[in-house]
């Protein structure tokens, strides 16, 4: 028989008994489902099924091993229950409020129509291009081909993807930061409206989060020590944001070689030799990924007048629409670069937010505010920290250089959905300093 006292706590039986009342919802939905006859929500059902399942396995044989685990894995599941919410919401806001037309029913159509292609014996020209939208179109067809198409099956996988990308990210922050205060930055990885919303919609930020999350993770490692398990985070992790988007891997691979530079070199004869290569290494490939990201988004001229332009245009094509930013032109000052810092970070204010996306996002930023004050001290400590932490300064690097590009942005709808790429770099100076423990009666 089972006795409440097999569970370690209360909460263990909270999670267990929510786990079982969410499968009989969904087991009871299914059955109106396939009453129905509409074989692609069925499949959609099933599909979050095995996945919430998957995810009890894979995150307990994850944590079981870590010394907060029994809190990390709760605070997974938690994050898993929310995204899961977050579909739920993308979905009706696709179809009761946009009336359908979203880039994620788009990647379902084309992917739906390839994997028919590819079972019907055929590849055809659809299946040309590898990176970007096209991307995300060949990524959707193959794992329709498996599966079957579903937009809800999609939108849950790229959810639960994205969550992967969440839990590298705090790996990252573990290995980099290990007396940092790791519960607050799993609170705030794994609970933050931008990093639950914007990666559980089958699109190109679910996908960006996973690669980016892993290239953070290798590269926390190899700027402590060179191993092969970095390597092949960082290059895998690289490899997936170059086939997304770019331009973001372009940011971080430059952010890695600025922070690579700092990292110190045992003095000796070879001392020379091995930081003069490893600047030549780092070097060449974030100048690479650079190239590549230029010839994606057609900027043909790397020069500071050719970057220039390029803003310029950027800022002129994203000034449409009831979000539309006035701005003041590119950054060239101090003044003007902070001005796009504080869009980037926190608008629109709520003054400015006239629909229910519009205001989450509001909300955020002043959430965001009220974060930088209440952890200033932490941020101060990652300041004085920096000129000696290689990873710090790499987060400084990215954020810095996201937020130069990314001003160039004009609409708010646009800069709310692209926040989530720079957060977790920020979270890593918000929890830098670690938690004071309150002293306990037999410390004393």
Do not use: C
Request: a positive charge; zero cysteines.
């Amino acid at each position: 028989m089972l006795h409440l006292r097999t569970f370690r706590d209360r909460s263990d039986l909270a999670l267990v008994l929510g786990t079982l009342v969410f499968l009989a919802a969904l087991a009871l939905l299914l059955g109106n489902i396939v009453a129905g006859q509409d074989i692609e929500g069925a499949r959609g059902v099933v599909l979050t099924v095995v996945i919430i399942l998957a995810s009890l396995i894979v995150f307990h044989m994850i944590t079981r091993d870590e010394a907060d685990g029994q809190f990390l894995f709760r605070l997974l599941m938690t994050s898993l229950v929310l995204k899961l919410g977050a579909v739920a919401f993308r979905l009706w806001l696709i179809f009761d409020q946009y009336g359908g037309s979203a880039d994620a029913v788009g990647y379902h159509n084309w992917g739906a129509r390839m994997a028919a292609a590819v079972l019907a014996g055929g590849l055809g020209e659809e299946l040309s291009g590898s990176q970007g939208t096209q991307m995300v179109r060949v990524l959707t067809a193959i794992f329709y081909y498996v599966t079957g198409p579903t937009l809800l099956g999609s939108f849950v996988m790229w959810a639960w993807l994205g969550l992967l990308g969440m839990l590298f990210f705090y790996r990252a922050f573990v290995t980099a930061v290990p007396n940092g205060n790791r519960r607050l930055f799993a609170y705030l990885i794994f609970l933050y409206p931008s990093m639950i919303l914007w990666t559980s919609s089958l699109g190109k930020d679910a996908l960006v989060s996973f690669g980016l999350g892993m290239l953070t993770y290798g590269a926390a490692r190899l700027l402590r020590k060179i191993d092969v398990k970095g390597i092949a985070l960082a290059g895998f992790g690289m490899l997936a944001v170059i086939a997304i988007r770019p331009h973001i891997a372009a940011i971080a691979g430059v952010a890695i070689a600025v922070g690579a530079l700092m990292r110190p070199v045992r003095a000796g004869m070879l001392t020379p030799v091995l930081k003069a290569g490893g600047i030549l290494i780092f070097g060449a490939l974030a100048a690479l990924v650079v190239t590549t990201s230029a010839s994606y988004i057609n900027l043909e001229d790397l020069s500071a007048e050719g970057v220039t332009g390029f803003i310029e245009e950027r800022q002129e094509a994203t000034a449409r629409g009831g979000a539309m930013i006035e701005r003041g032109g590119v950054p060239t000052n101090p003044l003007t670069f902070l001005d796009g810092v504080v869009t980037v970070l926190f608008r629109p204010y709520v003054w400015e937010a006239h629909n229910m996306v519009a205001r989450i996002a509001a909300v955020e930023g002043l959430l965001l505010m009220i974060l930088l004050v209440a952890r200033r001290k932490s941020i101060m400590a990652a300041w004085r920290a920096t000129p000696r932490d290689t990873f710090l300064v790499m987060t400084m690097a990215y954020a810095l250089m996201f937020a130069f590009f990314f001003s160039a942005i004009s609409n708010f709808g646009i800069i709310a959905r692209q926040r989530h790429q720079l957060l977790p770099f920020l979270f890593v100076w918000l929890a830098f300093l670690p938690a004071i423990r309150a002293p306990r009666p037999e410390d004393s």
